[in-house]
Structure formats: structure tokens, C-alpha cells
């Protein structure tokens, strides 16, 4: 399986391991995938009800969003990033 995304006029593609193929899975390192939300809250609570490993509950942050993270199945970071409640 894998997906091939144009995004901002660049291309990224994503694709499942294929250890039969000599490339098997790698954990991933160093990078987030960051989803911009209107409700940090409840995206992050969602993640983690769906079997994400929470690593930063939502907070307020310094620079004026609210902000959480999470990890999933796979090793790859989930950041959820909105504006603060009310």
C-alpha cells in the first residue's frame, strides 16, 4: 500500500515496509506529523481512545496555541496543534 500526496505543489509519498522486497519496517525518528485542529482536546483524546500512546497532554502554550502530542502504533508522532479554549 502507499499514498502519494502533492502538497504545496512538492510530492510526498508514503508506503507500508516490504521486508519480502528487502525493506522492512524502521521506526520512525525525528519528525511529527502535525494536524492543525479546532479542538486539540478532543482530536488528541480521540488518537489515544484509538490505541495512541499519549506523550504530551493537551496544553497552553507560550506562544499562544494549545498543543498536544501522541504517539501511534507505528512510532510515528501525532502533534495536534489549535487555538486555546474560550
Request: glycine share 12%; with cysteine; net charge negative.
Amino acid at each position: 500500500m502507499h499514498c502519494h500526496l502533492y502538497i504545496n505543489g512538492g510530492s510526498v509519498m508514503l508506503s507500508d515496509p516490504y521486508p519480502e522486497h528487502g525493506y522492512g519496517y524502521v521506526p520512525a525518528a525525528g519528525f511529527s506529523l502535525m494536524l492543525p485542529v479546532k479542538d486539540v482536546d478532543s482530536w488528541w483524546q480521540r488518537a489515544v481512545d484509538a490505541g495512541c500512546t499519549a506523550s504530551m497532554k493537551p496544553e497552553d502554550m507560550f506562544w499562544g496555541d494549545r498543543y498536544a502530542q501522541c504517539k501511534d502504533p507505528f512510532g510515528v508522532t501525532w502533534a495536534f496543534v489549535g487555538p486555546k479554549k474560550g
